[in-house]
């Protein structure tokens, strides 16, 4: 024995899995699924009737992807993982079964309709009523009380199976319940005989022994399938362009090996470090950066921006964008489930598989609605019957009350609501982690803002170049373009930008980098050296003067020298986002006070602040990522609900740590996966938008709820009282369905706010 003691075993860590759910025709069927998981040892799960999913967290040790899914399928559902993209693009050339059972929900629409019509003529237009109509009706109606509404029968005899009952329960009682007086009127009453005659009236009519229900059976059917279809479509609508998202990825990629021969390869062969071609008109096959080549490329199925980016050789481009112009050779940095096209399919998935704090009351109503609606009609029939004596009276205002009752439109109002909403943030660069960032976003009051990379572009840009007496502008930045492009420093970089943008630049010789001194080479057969200011006493009054400037505004200074003497000053800076002043200003306009908080030096900071429109008291500068996150903290001690803006590895414990957390898409991974909002576009004018359309995907829920409670609640006593034909009950409720998710759809015309500014120098 070493004497080592022994180390327990290390419980395996919970595992994430998105079943699909095939067979729900109500939120009740996926509220019940739910609570049969839930069950399960090690598992919690959330069911979506909208996505047709369940996210389930379950624990290894204890149940399997298998067992999960022989639970759903237990219920009467059909359920599978969901597939591979492989197995998609295999699939790519076989029928869509989601397009197949809308195609199949449409023919038997037609169908009823079809049959419906004639029937509901009949029976509501006396002049048509020729002897032994009756008849001709019921032949009619009996093929859409059974085929036309077998989806309702159907799943109401599962759910009976399983002891449950759901609001396709409703809808069959309902519709059998009218078929079947009617049945009993023709057969046992008088209704059959020749010369009957019968009239249509909004409200019940008592006394009415022999009236027939068949219009009621066939045109309630009509119209809960006329809903049932629209919801489909629109349903299917709502998630396109997260499936169009899921789909963009390239399927093959031009590899250039090693020899320069170019050759096709299967996508998910590439690697990292691998080289692949991407000629006009052909899509990036994955993230990477581009090492030959300029072209324009199409970023709007990540970006939403419509006009195309114009890359070259240093510059980041994504998997599933599209060359418009030019060939480039590209290195791939990311594969498969890493790219950004990957994550954003997961981020936007699992936003819209779970679930809003809002939804809770709407779940906890259709949980126990349908049997309290159960009861109130038997209630309802039960009271008519005692108090009139007449059962058809009473019978049809039970039968109002099932078809009344089938809150379709509660179960729908958020998830039809957060589907479109995600998608369409999807489309515009918006990424919304889950829907409790909804409730975040209409509680936040504060807006606090990392500077570099978050309002600044966190690049260096040459500002401006001050020559000494006797010294040419365009020769002082060729020289110093000239000597700086050996190196590969952030200043550096920036004068060597606006030096190549300005003119050709001059070879060097015998180029020396000293650090913390500054570089030096011969250009144009003169030894040229930059390097930070020592001491303005040694410089030109002019050039000291410009040093002075430039450290009291926060810009960084380098000074060139040739022959022995100060020659230029040149002053960089970081810039400020194009769309950063408008951005505040729209912050502002949403009831957020913005605050800049920033590790850099505090001259910067405020004239950052200056030009974007920040009060010079809401500037904290000198800021290290523990300084951040306790400001945050203070902030929220004192009452303030904070929302975050940051791009770097610093900021990502101040991201988590706020109430809402938004990270820049070109920032670092680990801010990301602390934020609750992602922006794609790395565009602070987007975080106004993302705010915006929370916000507003949150009163379309709040609005969907409403009307969808309140409709039920105002109804149902219409309907008990026996002041409402079932006919009219069904195409109300048909009806309400229909609005919701027409009133979700709205969201897909949400915009972002375009600002049109210029950079400005920080």
């Given at each position: 024995m070493n004497g080592r003691a022994p180390t327990a075993d290390r419980a395996p860590a919970p595992e994430h899995v998105d079943v699909l759910i095939d067979g729900m025709t109500c939120t009740a069927c996926a509220a019940r699924i739910e609570k049969k998981l839930n069950r399960v040892e090690g598992v919690t799960a959330h069911v979506n009737y909208a996505t047709e999913r369940a996210a389930i967290d379950f624990d290894p040790a204890l149940v399997d992807a298998d067992r999960l899914l022989d639970t759903v399928r237990s219920l009467g559902y059909e359920?599978?993982?969901?597939?591979?993209?492989?197995?998609?693009?295999?699939?790519?050339?076989?029928?869509?079964?989601?397009?197949?059972?809308?195609?199949?929900?449409?023919?038997?629409?037609?169908?009823?309709?079809?049959?419906?019509?004639?029937?509901?003529?009949?029976?509501?237009?006396?002049?048509?009523?020729?002897?032994?109509?009756?008849?001709?009706?019921?032949?009619?109606?009996?093929?859409?009380?059974?085929?036309?509404?077998?989806?309702?029968?159907?799943?109401?005899?599962?759910?009976?199976?399983?002891?449950?009952?759901?609001?396709?329960?409703?809808?069959?009682?309902?519709?059998?319940?009218?078929?079947?007086?009617?049945?009993?009127?023709?057969?046992?009453?008088?209704?059959?005989?020749?010369?009957?005659?019968?009239?249509?009236?909004?409200?019940?009519?008592?006394g009415a022994e022999d009236h027939l229900y068949l219009e009621v059976a066939t045109a309630v059917t009509l119209f809960l399938l006329l809903g049932r279809t629209a919801e489909l479509r629109?349903?299917?609508?709502?998630?396109?362009?997260?499936?169009?998202?899921?789909?963009?990825?390239?399927?093959?990629?031009?590899?250039?090996?090693?020899?320069?021969?170019?050759r096709s390869v299967p996508i998910e062969r590439l690697a990292v470090g691998d080289r692949f071609v991407v000629r006009p008109g052909e899509r990036v096959a994955t993230d990477g950066r581009v090492v030959e080549g300029a072209a324009a490329v199409d970023v709007s199925m990540m970006t939403g921006e419509s006009v195309p980016v114009e890359v070259t050789a240093g510059d980041r481009v994504v998997g599933g964008t599209v060359a418009t112009g030019g060939r480039l050779v590209v290195e791939a940095t990311r594969v498969g489930g890493d790219t950004q096209l990957a994550r954003v399919t997961r981020l936007v998935e699992a936003a819209q598989t779970g679930r809003a704090p809002v939804q809770r009351l709407a779940d906890r109503i259709a949980a126990v609605f349908v049997p309290v609606v159960l009861l109130l009609a038997a209630a309802t029939f039960g009271f008519w019957l005692s108090n009139t004596g007449d059962p058809t009276f009473a019978g049809t205002a039970a039968v109002a009350v099932?078809?009344?009752?089938?809150?379709?439109?509660?179960?729908?109002?958020?998830?039809?609501?957060?589907?479109?909403?995600?998608?369409?943030?999807?489309?515009?660069?918006?990424?919304?982690?889950?829907?409790?960032?909804?409730?975040?976003?209409?509680?936040?009051?504060?807006?606090?803002?990392?500077?570099?990379?978050?309002?600044?572009t966190g690049r260096m840009h040459l500002v401006e170049v001050v020559p000494a007496d006797g010294v040419d502008v365009a020769t002082a930045l060729r020289r110093a373009g000239s000597l700086e492009a050996a190196s590969e420093h952030p200043i550096a970089r920036a004068i060597v930008e606006a030096a190549a943008a300005a003119g050709p630049l001059a070879p060097v010789d015998g180029f020396v980098a000293t650090a913390g001194v500054g570089v030096e080479?011969?250009?144009?057969?003169?030894?040229?050296?930059?390097?930070?200011?020592?001491?303005?006493?040694?410089?030109?009054?002019?050039?000291?003067?410009?040093?002075?400037?430039?450290?009291?505004?926060?810009?960084?200074?380098?000074?060139?020298?040739?022959?022995?003497?100060?020659?230029?000053?040149?002053v960089v800076a970081d810039r400020v986002r194009p769309s950063s002043r408008q951005a505040i200003a729209g912050l502002r306009a949403l009831g957020l006070h913005p605050i800049l908080l920033t590790g850099d030096a505090a001259p910067a900071a405020h004239h950052v602040a200056a030009s974007v429109g920040i009060e010079q008291g809401d500037v904290v500068a000198g800021m290290l990522p523990a300084d951040k996150l306790a400001h945050i903290e203070a902030l929220q001690a004192s009452g303030r609900v904070v929302a975050?803006?940051?791009?770097?590895?610093?900021?990502?414990?101040?991201?988590?740590?706020?109430?809402?957390?938004?990270?820049?898409?070109?920032?670092?991974?680990?801010?990301?996966?602390?934020?609750?909002?992602?922006?794609?576009?790395?565009?602070?004018?987007?975080?106004?938008?993302?705010?915006?359309?929370?916000?507003?995907?949150?009163?379309?829920?709040?609005?969907?709820?409403?009307?969808?409670?309140?409709?039920?609640?105002?109804?149902?006593?219409?309907?008990?009282?026996?002041?409402?034909?079932?006919?009219?009950?069904?195409?109300?409720?048909?009806?309400?369905?229909?609005?919701?998710?027409?009133?979700?759809?709205?969201?897909?015309?949400?915009?972002?706010?375009?600002?049109?500014?210029?950079?400005?120098?920080?």
């Open positions: 359920a599978t993982l969901p597939t591979t993209a492989d197995e998609r693009r295999s699939a790519a050339s076989r029928p869509d079964p989601a397009d197949l059972a809308e195609a199949a929900a449409r023919r038997r629409l037609i169908g009823t309709a079809a049959l419906t019509l004639p029937v509901v003529l009949l029976s509501m237009v006396p002049p048509l009523q020729f002897d032994n109509w009756q008849w001709l009706a019921l032949t009619l109606a009996a093929p859409v009380a059974t085929w036309g509404a077998y989806p309702f029968h159907r799943a109401a005899w599962k759910n009976l199976r399983q002891g449950a009952a759901t609001m396709d329960t409703l809808v069959s009682v309902g519709v059998l319940a009218a078929f079947g007086w009617s049945l009993r009127a023709l057969f046992l009453g008088d209704a059959g005989m020749p010369g009957m005659r019968m009239g249509f009236h909004l409200v019940v009519e008592p629109a349903r299917r609508r709502a998630g396109a362009a997260v499936r169009a998202l899921a789909e963009l990825g390239a399927r093959e990629a031009t590899v250039v090996g090693p020899d320069g021969v170019e099932l078809i009344i009752a089938c809150p379709c439109a509660l179960g729908l109002a958020t998830p039809t609501a957060l589907l479109v909403g995600t998608g369409r943030g999807a489309q515009l660069g918006i990424l919304i982690r889950g829907p409790e960032v909804l409730e975040s976003t209409r509680r936040v009051d504060t807006i606090v803002l990392d500077k570099t990379g978050t309002v600044t080479g011969v250009v144009e057969g003169t030894l040229v050296t930059i390097g930070r200011p020592t001491g303005h006493a040694t410089l030109p009054p002019a050039l000291a003067e410009a040093c002075s400037a430039a450290a009291a505004a926060g810009r960084t200074v380098v000074v060139a020298s040739w022959d022995d003497a100060p020659r230029a000053v040149l975050m803006v940051g791009d770097g590895v610093n900021d990502a414990a101040a991201l988590a740590r706020a109430d809402l957390g938004i990270a820049m898409g070109g920032g670092t991974d680990v801010a990301m996966e602390a934020s609750d909002l992602t922006l794609v576009r790395a565009d602070l004018g987007d975080a106004v938008d993302a705010v915006r359309l929370c916000r507003r995907t949150l009163r379309t829920i709040t609005g969907n709820l409403f009307w969808a409670f309140a409709y039920n609640v105002a109804a149902l006593p219409i309907a008990a009282s026996g002041w409402l034909n079932p006919m009219i009950a069904g195409l109300a409720m048909a009806f309400s369905s229909v609005f919701v998710v027409t009133n979700s759809l709205r969201l897909r015309r949400f915009d972002r706010v375009r600002p049109s500014a210029e950079p400005v120098d920080a």
